[in-house]
């Protein structure tokens, strides 16, 4: 890996990776007839704004801020979504956003006209009532009292004249044969209404650019969709953007035995990807494979307090020692916008390497990140 002489840990975004999952996003988007927008809560590395922008038609926001970053550093549509939205910022997020997803028939009667008289397109997230995951309960906005999107039962059709559009998102890391089955019961439950509507937001979650992705039968999808209701079609994925185009780049500081051998990173699970306890999952890591699978095992661990402060077990073809560099994949995507300064840790360095190769720390962390959110 080039750029061996920065300062870890660092992320580092490569265009060229990410260049391949435009690509391809690009052109379902052509051959579905369809607008594909970057979900930011994702990513949010705006240095990449300029690149994504040429190939996608804008951003999601899950409030002011997401919102402010899309207008500002992306252009194009400006979509934001909230559970609830808060008075003491709708009118400023009405200067920012195009278009506005609301999640209940209360927020609708609530905010909807002032976002129609002032020209907004506006949405209700519906919730089909249709799972199609298992294991992860907390991605699942249809597992049983979900608070995100309006169940049939709640619809108030007397609304509609408020509605542009309606929107789900019930994915997470799933291919369109989920989006079919999730696409069928949402028309089940709410063909009556779809018929007149301008557009139907299909959400996140559509794991596009993951090798194997069913890529033919999300356009069939979303072609049925479009013609039988005459409706504009967006997606909104956030992973599927930025899909195995980053790395989190980090070093050993000390190695040391109880019962397994470990290694202490100077990155930290809990505070610079905190997805791998939250979700929890195994990152990915360059040259190494499942523990006793290669000579040297590692417990790879965070230099926090905290004990579950774990990565993994990985295995090696030579021991590891202060200084070895270690290279997590797929680091993209919840993780820069999801570090915390827990402990008092830096956060990790930003870095793009661009098209030509070329590596640039595009920012730099250091003492006041952790002071300025604090008094
Ligand atoms: C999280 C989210 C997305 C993006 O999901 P990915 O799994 O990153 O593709 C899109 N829309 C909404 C409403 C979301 O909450």
Redesign the pocket.
């Known amino acids: 890996m080039e750029g061996l002489e920065l300062r870890t840990p660092y992320f580092l975004v490569d265009e060229r990776l990410l260049q391949k999952n435009l690509e391809l996003l690009r052109q379902v988007a052509d051959e579905a007839g369809c607008k594909i927008?970057l979900?930011q809560?994702?990513?949010s590395m705006f240095a990449c704004y300029p690149q994504i922008r040429r190939y996608l038609d804008g951003t999601?926001a899950?409030g002011l801020h997401e919102a402010r970053l899309g207008r500002e550093e992306f252009g194009g549509e400006t979509h934001v979504?909230s559970p609830a939205y808060r008075e003491d910022e709708f009118e400023e997020l009405l200067s920012l956003a195009d278009h506005f997803?609301f999640n209940s028939p209360g927020q609708v009667r609530k905010f909807g006209l002032r976002a129609k008289e002032a020209g907004k397109s506006t949405g209700l997230?519906v919730n089909p009532e249709c799972s199609t995951q298992e294991g992860h309960q907390i991605?699942d906005?249809c597992a049983p009292g979900s608070r995100?999107g309006t169940t049939l039962a709640q619809f108030d059709p007397e609304l509609l004249p408020l509605l542009d559009g309606l929107?789900f998102?019930t994915?997470?890391?799933q291919d369109s044969d989920a989006l079919e089955v999730t696409a069928a019961a949402f028309e089940e439950k709410f063909s009556p209404w779809l018929k007149g509507l301008k557009w139907l937001?299909l959400?996140?979650?559509?794991?596009i650019t993951r090798p194997g992705y069913d890529v033919e039968r999300l356009v069939r999808v979303i072609r049925r969709l479009r013609e039988s209701y005459g409706a504009e079609i967006y997606l909104?994925?956030?992973?599927?953007?930025v899909l195995n185009a980053g790395f989190l780049v980090t070093s050993v500081l000390e190695t040391l035995h109880n019962g397994v051998e470990i290694a202490i990173l100077d990155a930290s699970a809990a505070c610079h990807m905190p997805d791998v306890l939250e979700m929890p999952y195994r990152p990915p890591l360059a040259g190494a494979v499942g523990p006793g699978e290669k000579p040297f095992t590692y417990r790879l661990a965070g230099p926090t307090c905290l004990a579950g402060d774990v990565i993994g077990d990985y295995s090696f073809d030579r021991p590891l020692a202060e200084g070895s560099r270690l290279v997590f994949e797929d680091m993209a995507?919840?993780t820069m916008v999801k570090t915390n300064t827990f402990n008092g840790m830096r956060l990790p360095d930003i870095v793009l390497r661009k098209m030509d190769g070329q590596v640039e720390v595009v920012k730099s962390f250091g003492y006041e990140t952790f002071k300025e959110r604090l008094s």
């Open positions: 927008l979900a809560k994702a990513f999601t899950s979504f997803v997230r991605y906005p995100l929107h998102h994915l997470c890391e937001n959400g996140g979650g559509h794991h909104e994925p956030g992973e599927a953007v995507l919840y």
